[in-house]
C-alpha cells in the first residue's frame, strides 16, 4: 500500500528511504529537501555501504538533485546527464536502456553498495513510440487487446508488456556480472495507473480468474506491486499481511542485521498486519476500516468492532 499526498512520486520515494509519512500539504523533497534525516542511505552509509541514486529524468524533477545531495548525501548521483544514448519510449527514456546502463554502473562499484532506480516507462500515458524493434520484445499485439476499448488500459497493457522484458534483460545483465548472487532486490510501484475505465479493470481482473470487488475499485489506486528478492532464499512465499512502503527501510535493515534507529514502519517479516492510507482508513488482511466503518474484506460487509478490531485500529 502507498500513502501518497501532493508529492506523487517524490512522496514515494520520502517513504520508502525514510520510513515516515509524507507531508498533508506540498512535498518534503521542495520544503525540507537539506534536512538531515535517518534515511536508508545514511544509515547504510555509516555501516561501511557505498550509496546511488539514478533516474533518466533531469535533475529539477521532484527537486531530486538537491534531495539526494544535501539532504540524503549519496555517494553519487545520476540523472539524465548519466544516461545520454538511450532509447525515448513516448515522451520518457526507455526501461530498457535505462537499466542496461546502471548495470555497467553498478558493476564497477568496488565495494558493498545500496542504490536505488526509479525508472518510467509504465508511466501515463504508457506510450512506446521510438523503442526499437518494439514487435519482437512484446508477447501482446493490439490484436490480443481488441475486446478492450480504452485507450489507456491498452497502452498500459502494452507498456507493461514492454518492461516485463526489459526487466528480464536486467535481471540478466544482473546474473551475467555476477552481481545478483550477493544482493537484495526490492521492487515496488510508486503509485496507481490512473486508469478511471473500472468495467475495463473488471474485464481484466475477470479474465485472469479474479473478481473484482468493490474493495478492489476504492483501493486501486494504493495497491501496488512489491517483491523482494533474497539471496539463499529459493522458494517463493506470498505475504497476504497488509504491508506498506514505509515497512521497506526496515525491512532492508533487518534482513542486514542492522539497527534501526528510528522507522514508522516495520519489517515485512514481523507480524504487522496494518496499513493507514490517507484519505480511505485502515487495512488488513481480513478487513478495512473507512470513516470509522469496519469491513470484511472477503465478503465487503459492515462488520461490528470487538476487541481485535480495536487493537488493529
Not at 192 to 200: H, L, P
Not at 219 to 240: A, L, S, Y
Not at 245 to 260: A, F, G, Q, S, W
Not at 278 to 296: A, M, Q
Request: proline share 2%; charged share 25%.
Amino acid at each position: 500500500m502507498y500513502n501518497q499526498g501532493l508529492g506523487s512520486t517524490a512522496d514515494s520515494e520520502f517513504e520508502m528511504e525514510n520510513s515516515m509519512y509524507p507531508l498533508e500539504n506540498g512535498y518534503v523533497f521542495q520544503k525540507y529537501y537539506d534536512n538531515e534525516w535517518l534515511d536508508i542511505f545514511t544509515v547504510l552509509k555509516e555501516n561501511g555501504y557505498y550509496t546511488s541514486f539514478m533516474h533518466p529524468n533531469t535533475s529539477t524533477f521532484w527537486n531530486r538533485e538537491e534531495v539526494y545531495n544535501t539532504g540524503y548525501n549519496i555517494d553519487e548521483y545520476d540523472d539524465i546527464r548519466s544516461f545520454p544514448n538511450i532509447e525515448q519510449a513516448g515522451g520518457f527514456y526507455s526501461d530498457e536502456g535505462f537499466l542496461e546502463e546502471t548495470v555497467k554502473i553498478m558493476a564497477r562499484y568496488e565495494e558493498k553498495f545500496c542504490t536505488t532506480l526509479v525508472s518510467v516507462t509504465t508511466h501515463i500515458p504508457f506510450l512506446l513510440d521510438g523503442v526499437s524493434d518494439l514487435e519482437n520484445k512484446l508477447t501482446l499485439t493490439q490484436e490480443d487487446l481488441r475486446e478492450y476499448e480504452d485507450y489507456f488500459i491498452k497502452n498500459y497493457m502494452l507498456s507493461c508488456n514492454f518492461v516485463d522484458y526489459a526487466f528480464g534483460e536486467f535481471i540478466n545483465g544482473l546474473e551475467e556480472t555476477g552481481l545478483i548472487e550477493n544482493s537484495i532486490l526490492i521492487v515496488y510501484g510508486d503509485h496507481g495507473a490512473s486508469i478511471s475505465n473500472t468495467e475495463e479493470i473488471a474485464k481484466l481482473y475477470n479474465e485472469n480468474g479474479i473478481d473484482y470487488t468493490e474493495f478492489d475499485n476504492s483501493f486501486k489506486e494504493v495497491h501496488i506491486p512489491f517483491g523482494i528478492k533474497i539471496p539463499g532464499v529459493e522458494n517463493n512465499e506470498t505475504i497476504n499481511r497488509s504491508v506498506a512502503k514505509i515497512d521497506i527501510k526496515p525491512t532492508i535493515l533487518d534482513l542486514l542485521r542492522i539497527k534501526d534507529e528510528f522507522s514508522i514502519g516495520k519489517s515485512i517479516f514481523s507480524n504487522k498486519d496494518y496499513s493507514f492510507i490517507k484519505g480511505l482508513g485502515f487495512v488488513t488482511s481480513t478487513s478495512y476500516c473507512i470513516n470509522d466503518i469496519y469491513y470484511d474484506r472477503g465478503t465487503l460487509e459492515e462488520i461490528s468492532e470487538n476487541e481485535d478490531l480495536k487493537n488493529i485500529y
